[in-house]
């Protein structure tokens, strides 16, 4: 459940943003557009992994004859380093 609440927004918005037919160009200017409203990357990959989801599930149903979600590239996001903590730190646990 949580995982279709957490997919479905990005997608009814990417489906009012081309609400006819649905191609990479499209998909790639949705992309680009949530990255001029300055969403972050975290947030924009999230997106994308729920878009690409979502076409995967196309077509392995047969709704669509092309695998889609190959063609839409992953954005880069930046790396986080887990937190580490010091000598002094571990001294004050």
């Known amino acids: 459940m949580n995982?279709?609440?957490?997919a479905l927004p990005p997608l009814l918005n990417l489906l009012m943003y081309f609400p006819n037919e649905l191609e990479i160009a499209q998909i790639r200017?949705?992309?680009s557009t949530l990255q001029e409203?300055?969403?972050k990357p975290v947030t924009i990959?999230?997106?994308?992994?729920?878009?690409k989801a979502f076409l995967n599930f196309l077509y392995k149903e047969g709704y669509i004859t092309e695998e889609l979600s190959k063609r839409i590239p992953k954005p880069k996001t930046p790396h986080q380093y887990p937190y580490?903590?010091?000598d002094e730190h571990v001294d004050m646990i």
């Not at 990959?45 to 878009?51: G, L, P, Q, S």
Request: aromatic share 4%.
């Open 37 to 39: 409203n300055g969403l």
């Open 3 to 6: 995982v279709i609440v957490t």
């Open 84 to 86: 580490v903590l010091n």
């Open 29 to 31: 200017k949705y992309i």
């Open 45 to 51: 990959e999230t997106k994308v992994r729920a878009i």
